[in-house]
T-cell receptor
Framework: QKEVEQNSGPLSVPEGAIASLNCTYS??????FFWYRQYSGKSPELIMS????GDKEDGRFTAQLNKASQYVSLLIRDSQPSDSATYLC???????????FGTGTSLTVIP | DVKVTQSSRYLVKRTGEKVFLECVQD?????MFWYRQDPGLGLRLIYF???????EKGDIPEGYSVSREKKERFSLILESASTNQTSMYLC????????????FGAGTRLSVL
């Protein structure tokens, strides 16, 4: 069983819409959760981290964490063509030395 | 800005060769990581190091070894390259207590023929 699962997509949304990206993780004592963005041909870059249940907002991005249901999501409001990328979910388990990336969801924002 | 530099952007090697991939970071980070990224498989951790001369196996350490003699440098070694090691290799670093906040290098695309 994979540790971190994401729908590979592709996910297409029109410009200005809300893009919703989801990630589920296996039943472990989880610690911290991260969203990375990877443009085609580039390296991943961190966009959000979330450590406790609830929502965390940063500009147009909102991360949502629900530990009871074992999912973390990323909402992108007012999506722009420049948001077109692959979004990677990452999880650290409580031991601190196990770090897993999901396979990523490809997002395309259509002008 | 944190800078993580990988020595080569593209590399072509022959089966059986010993291959060295070098990574240097300039932010005095304790943690350093080597990943490989393949289509459909995402980022998979090969090894990581949380201190000089310390290393931990990741998910797919077979066929690889690492060396960290200095804090800023983390090397990935393919002892005898094989065609199934053709991949994009990414190095990352992070500070103590911030394992998940990783800064990535540009990557090395390795082709083993």
């Amino acid at each position: 069983q994979k540790e971190v699962e994401q729908n590979s997509g592709p996910l297409s949304v029109p410009e200005g819409a809300i893009a919703s990206l989801n990630c589920t993780y296996s039943d472990r004592v989880s610690q911290s959760f991260f969203w990375y963005r990877q443009y085609s041909g580039k390296s991943p870059e961190l966009i959000m981290s979330i450590y406790s249940n609830g929502d965390k907002e940063d500009g147009r991005f909102t991360a949502q964490l629900n530990k009871a249901s074992q999912y973390v999501s990323l909402l992108i409001r007012d999506s722009q063509p420049s948001d077109s990328a692959t979004y990677l979910c990452a999880v650290i388990w409580s031991t601190g030395n196990q770090f897993y990336f999901g396979t990523g969801t490809s997002l395309t924002v259509i002008p | 800005d944190v800078k993580v530099t990988q020595s080569s952007r593209y590399l072509v090697k022959r089966t059986g060769e010993k291959v060295f991939l070098e990574c240097v970071q300039d932010m005095d980070h304790e943690n350093m990581f080597w990943y490989r990224q393949d289509p459909g498989l995402g980022l998979r951790l090969i090894y990581f190091s949380y201190d000089v001369k310390m290393k931990e196996k990741g998910d797919i350490p077979e066929g690889y070894s690492v060396s960290r003699e200095k804090k800023e440098r983390f090397s990935l070694i393919l002892e005898s390259a094989s065609t199934n090691q053709t991949s994009m290799y990414l190095c990352a670093s992070s500070g103590t207590g911030y394992v998940g906040i990783q800064y990535f290098g540009a990557g090395t695309r390795l082709s083993v023929l």
